[in-house]
């Protein structure tokens, strides 16, 4: 039987293990079930939000935390390279792979390059700053937009051009090793044979222990998943 925890995990998996999202064909076989059903198991986990598929076919696009098209976050280890969404998805994909890894994307995604390293477990440079302009309550609304705008910087000066620039409202800022803390703990369950989402209660409480007090973060607790 295929549910979200399952086909989660398998595709998690195997992006990590091969550098892209496996077939109709491989999914199916892996569930021994037809293609339709597991065209029916991908729209599902895409009304739960654990993966977003192209919007004429049922193909991965995205599961957080990788991109499965290009992004200005290239993510690289001895194991391979991935992409990831953005600043906090491509520290996600540092906590999944749990291994020393660099990431090299553009300040702004125009200015000048940047690196990230991972190290023993430890972020480095200390001193770039991550921006996110889109409030969370609004995240799912275009994911991909809300992902893309979630960017490195070196100073706040540089946030604050960008977004007078772009006409995109100053959002929260946030020091890299402070994200990169947060990003273990949002991402550390993701390859959980047994994952679910976390709750909106669930969120708002992370959000709390990692300080994210910024109106950006808040949240409208219900039942529901984000």
Not at 150 to 165: G, H, N, V
Request: hydrophobic share 40%.
């Amino acid at each position: 039987m295929i549910t979200n925890a399952s086909l989660h995990y398998f595709i998690l998996q195997y992006i990590i293990d091969k550098g892209h999202a496996p077939s109709l064909s491989i999914l199916a076989d892996r569930f021994g079930s037809a293609e339709f059903s597991v065209e029916k198991a991908l729209y599902a986990l895409q009304d739960y939000h654990g993966v977003v598929l192209h919007p004429n076919t049922p193909k991965v696009w995205v599961i957080h935390p990788f991109s499965l098209a290009p992004t200005n976050f290239l993510v690289k280890s001895s194991r391979g390279e991935w992409w990831g969404n953005c600043a906090w998805c491509s520290l996600g994909v540092a906590a999944l792979l749990d291994e020393d890894v660099s990431i090299r994307t553009s300040s702004g995604a125009h200015g000048e390059p940047l690196e990230i390293k991972i190290v023993n477990g430890e972020v480095q440079p200390q001193d770039l700053l991550i921006h996110f302009p889109i409030p969370m309550m609004k995240a799912w609304d275009n994911v991909i937009y809300t992902c893309t705008t979630m960017l490195a910087f070196r100073t706040e000066e540089e946030i604050d051009k960008w977004s007078a620039r772009h006409d995109i409202p100053k959002g929260d800022v946030r020091p890299l090793p402070q994200i990169w803390r947060f990003a273990k703990k949002w991402y550390g369950q993701h390859l959980n044979p047994n994952w679910v989402k976390w709750t909106l209660q669930e969120a708002k409480e992370i959000f709390e222990e990692f300080e994210l007090t910024h109106p950006v973060w808040q949240l409208e607790v219900s039942n529901d998943r984000f």
